[in-house]
Nanobody, 127 residues
Framework: QVQLVETGGGSVQEGGSLNLSCAVS????????LGWFRQTSENEREFVAS??????????GAFVQDRFTISRDRGKNPLTIDLQMNSLKPGDTAVYYC??????????????????WGQGTQVTVSS
């Protein structure tokens, strides 16, 4: 089965940058969608970004506003999905989760449709 291991995260001042990485192992295909969600203690998991394996096309949540970039490195073994986050705000403070939807054939922003989740990594942005 697909397994996800996140690295990165940590604490940064407002306006700073962080990079999250997700190592993806197991049976993925061109129909797989890989992405990131985030969650605070008060809210449900919120869609951040995704990348569709067949096309490499990225999709972002509305709040991102060109501050984050999702990318994949197929040259690495295992495949790695990165989330580069710039111009961070205190409102970006959350636990960030890597996620996989192995077989759907498109990328959904609805968190209940995603099947595989990483353990989560904390991102804290202070003002």
């Amino acid at each position: 089965q697909v397994q996800l291991v996140e690295t990165g995260g940590g604490s940064v001042q407002e306006g700073g940058s962080l990079n999250l990485s997700c190592a993806v192992s197991g049976p993925i295909s061109s129909a797989t969608c890989l992405g990131w969600f985030r969650q605070t203690s008060e809210n449900e998991r919120e869609f951040v970004a995704s990348i569709y394996q067949r096309t490499g096309s990225p999709t972002y949540g509305a709040f991102v506003q060109d501050r984050f970039t999702i990318s994949r490195d197929r040259g690495k073994n295992p495949l790695t999905i990165d989330l580069q986050m710039n111009s961070l705000k205190p409102g970006d403070t959350a636990v960030y989760y890597c996620a996989a939807d192995p077989y759907r054939g498109y990328c959904s922003q609805q968190q209940s449709l995603w099947e595989v989740w990483g353990q989560g990594t904390q991102v804290t942005v202070s003002s």
